[in-house]
Each structure stands twice: as C-alpha cells, then as structure tokens.
C-alpha cells in the first residue's frame, strides 16, 4: 500500500479525550476514529491488524475441535425472557421493536442463540461434544466508556461454545480453551494472567478471567506473592477481587460479657468510635446498608462486617441474589428501625440481615445501639441478634493472608481480555436443548462459554508495545511487515524493491508521499511498523538499503540484492 493512497491521516496531537496511551496513539497514528460515546471505526491500518489477530483465534479455535459459524446480531427477545435474563440485565441491553411490535434485543452474547440452536440440531449423545465460535458484533449500552477501546458500547468478540453430555466433557473442553487463549494471547505477544473470577450475569460454576496487568485497569486482582518463610514465591492464587477469598485469623476466645450501652457523641465513623473508645477497629462491628434489586423489587440489606475490613458487593450481591447494589438512603434507614452512624441489627425485625463468617467467631464487639450518640459494648452474634445469612462478603486487601499458603497477598490492576465460563445447563433446561442418551433418555445438553474482544486486545496491545515516539507493533499483529520509506535520488530503486518485496508476500507501507525525511521518520515511528527501510542517495552510496527495527536503536545497511531474503527471514516467511 502506498501511503499516498491510505485512507488515514496521521495527526501531531492526541484528542484531548485521550485518557490511555493506546487511545491517544492509535488515533494519532490513524488506526481509529470516534463516532460517539463508546462507538469507534476502524481505519484501513487497524482493520488490518484485528483481521490478524481474528485470524490467530481462529486458528486456535480450529486447533481444538471449533468449526466456525455466524449467529446474528439481532434476537428475539422470547429467547432472552425465557432464560430470565431479559428481566435481570437493565438499561445495559439494547432493546427495541420491530415493526410488527415484537420485543427485540441486541446481542450482547449468544448463549441464548447456541442454545436455540442446539435444541433444533443435536438429537443424540453421538452428536456431543460439540464446539462452535464465531467472530460478532456485539451492543452493550455501557453507561461509562472510557480509554478508547479499552471500554467500549459496540464491540466485536470472539465467542465460543461448548456442548456436551456431561460436565466431564465440559472441564475438558473448558481446560482446552484455557490453554488455547493463553496460546492467543502469547502469540499476540500480550502478557496475560488467569484469575478466578465471578460469574456474573452469566451464570454458572465456574469462571477465570485473563487479565493484562496495568494501572490503567478498572478490575482490582489478587496475588499471592509467597510461601511461609519464602517471600516472593507465589503458590498461584490468583482471583479478581470481587471473589477473591482470604484467609481470616479468628480472635482469641473471650467469655461473653454483658451488654452495655455507652454515650459516644460525635463517632459516626469506625476510625472515630475506636479512638473514642480506645479499642482497636477489629473489636467493632460495622454496619452497612444496601438496596438490593431482586426479582420481586428491591430489598433493604443489613451487612455486618468486623470494622478493620470491607464488605465485597460482588460477594454480598451473591449472596442475597441480587443483579445490582446501591447505597441504602438516610430514609430507607430510618425506615428499617436503624440510626445512621449509630446503627446495629440488635432488636431490628423485618430486615434482611447479612454477616460476614468472621463475626460470629469475635465476641464482645462495639456496635450502634440505634441511637443517635450512642453504642452497644460486649455485642455478640448468636446471643443478641441472628442473621438470614452468615458468609464470607468481605474484600480482599494487601497484605491479607492467602487462603491457601498464609503467605501475603497483593493488590494489582488489570484489564479483562478474555473470559472462559462452565455455564452447565442454565441455558439448554430453559429452552429445552436436550439430547437422547444411551439409555434413550433426554438429557439437558451441558454448556460452556468463552469470549476474548478484538478491539480490546489490540488497544492492550498498544498499551504494552509503545515508546515515546508511538507504536511498537510485534510482526504477528502489524497492519504490515515493512514501512519504505523512498527518499530523493532513489525514486527507481524504491519502485523496484516495493515490486520485489510485494511479490514474495512482504506486507509493504510504501511511504512514496512528497514529504520532508523528517515528517516520513516521524510518522513510521509513530505507526510502529516492525520494520523500517530507507532507501535513498545517502543509503546507495553506504552500499544499499538502510534497516532498522522499530523495538531497536540501531541501523544496519543491507545489499539491495540481500533485502528481500533478510526481510523473509525477519518475518519469519
């Protein structure tokens, strides 16, 4: 391609909306432009590079058993209400109608659709196991894009899916996409990690994320960073934070003591009580009020955690089954019976209350009493109050023991590029996808889904490869191999060497514009191109071509008769 005809324009200044690197670079170096919030083209050199990285999934897909499809963007929505989810996912899902009034959704994911196929295709236990994948634009009305790609509302994803007999089938189909997006990813020359992770709105068991680590991530991971007495050797627990779980050291064992009410004016804070009273935060009880948005409306919840930590909505949402949390109002407080800064679920009726597994175990704990200025010392579960629920909800932190070898965890940042889930049968037994087994029974075809967003991988991509000059783009995902740049003097030898390198199957930027050396280097840096190539008088008297990688400082001058097969073996051709 000559730069003359590329339909792109480099630019010397990022937007001023450019948050990330990747989203400032891609944009100056005119791979993308921004339609709306969250909605982006992708320009002729981008398109090229997601075309390789799809082509990378689909090998990998085909490697393990996958054959391709094409489901559709647009649903009905009875596929959707029939396994709940058109009543779970909110303003989030892109809903219309026809013009004959019938509910429509835009596709988020397809496990409704392969569902619905597998219902009218597999007949027989000698149909399974099944993979299929494709390639697919997907529509989530995100209320907060940001960083460019990174966190878009239209957005195209590789989605697999795993049919099988039994959940045997699906851990060796789950473990063979585990593996098989790490391959992706490695091969994308994008560091990647697994954690456990939620299920989410998917449903399931059993779910890893793969998460790319850096500060600009919106997910919180957790790390163990060692063994007792070996700092620095993880024994590889690793979760997202929203599930991540940690090992909680029981207090020492007290009789229990009275309880007490106490005056404490002006401590609406655990810092506050405890420096009030003198008693370390462990020793207090924390109260935390959330509405809960459940199937039936919304439900107040009481959430009783120990005051040193955290409550983990994810856990808590979970718990209580609920598809969303927000903060409870002063009214809705007061509403439940219980005083803001002086609350406690001692002597509360009618309340959904929630307490965190460590609470039970720490006696004669500091907890409100209900009344503005005022406390209840010696507070202890089981005595003074119960709960409907009593499990962990607490969050993660640096520093927490790891729950399987005590050692310290860690907090890092990470961006979601993929994600494997072992769904079971949620969707098959609502829309009645079923299979005749040996004994010619029908049974309920087991499923599992994985996903990995393009977009999002090349703008991570971006984010790992970069200098301050602009891209640095690995040869596998490059929009193209080689960036000649012609210079005067050489007009003829650059038209011979673009031909040359052309015919063998080298991927050529020829960068044939009337422009100063100056603006052509710029731009080749900034485009991050693996390869530059200079060919001009100066190069022709130094003996031929000047070569120099885009990851490497310096330059060597190779024979114009050698170009060709050093550039092959560069690449790897």
Known sequence: MRMTRLFSQTLREAPGDAEVISHQLLVRAGFIRQLGAGIFSYLPLARR?????????????????????????????????????????GSEMGRFKDKSDH??????????????????????YRQLPALIYHIQTKWRDDPRPRAGLIRVREFTMLDSYSLDADSAGLARQYDAHYRAYFRIFDRCELPVIAVQSDTGMMGGKLAHEYMYLTDI????????????????????????????????????????????????????????????????????????????EVQTGEQFVFA????????????????????????????????????????????LRDVLVVVDDLIPQSPNLVAGANEDGYHLLNVNYGRDYTAAMVCDIAAARDGDACVQCGGPLRTVRGVEVGNIFQLGTRYTEALGATYLDREGKHQPVVMGSYGIGAGRLLACIAEAHHDDKGLIWPMHVA???????????????????????????????FDDRDETAGVKFNDADLLGIPIRLTL???????????????????KIIVPLADVVAHIRAAIEI
Request: charged share 25%; glycine share 8%; hydrophobic share 40%.
């Open 49 to 89: 590079s997601l075309t390789k990285i799809e082509n990378i999934m689909r090998e990998e897909m085909d490697g393990i058993g996958g054959q391709e499809v094409t489901m559709p963007v647009v649903h009905p929505a009875d596929l959707w209400q029939a396994t709940g989810r058109w009543y779970q996912i």
């Open 103 to 124: 509910d429509m959704v835009l596709a988020m994911t397809h496990e409704e659709v392969v569902a619905d196929l597998a219902r009218s295709v597999v007949r027989s």
């Open 217 to 292: 991530g919106e997910d919180t991971l957790i790390l163990c960073d060692g063994m007792p007495g070996s700092a620095g050797h993880g024994c590889g627990y690793t979760a997202n934070r929203q599930v991540a779980a940690f090992h909680k050291e029981a207090p020492p064992t007290e009789a229990l003591r009275p309880i007490e009410k106490v005056a404490t004016p002006h401590t609406t804070t655990i810092a506050d009580l405890a420096v009030f009273l003198g008693v370390p935060e462990a020793k207090t009880a924390k109260a935390v009020f959330l509405m809960a």
């Open 304 to 347: 009783v955690i120990r005051g040193d930590m955290e409550v983990n909505e994810t856990k808590l949402a979970n718990a209580v089954r609920a598809k969303a949390l927000r903060p409870a109002t002063e009214a809705e407080i007061r509403a439940a019976g219980a005083t803001p800064g002086y609350a406690s679920p001692v002597g």
């Open 479 to 509: 929009p193209y191999h080689v960036y000649l740049i012609q210079m005067p003097g050489a007009e003829a030898e650059a038209e011979t060497l673009y031909a040359a390198l052309n015919e063998v199957g080298i991927e050529v930027l």
């Open 536 to 554: 001009g008088k100066r190069s022709l008297r130094e003996g031929g071509v000047e070569l120099k990688r885009r990851d490497r400082d310096e």
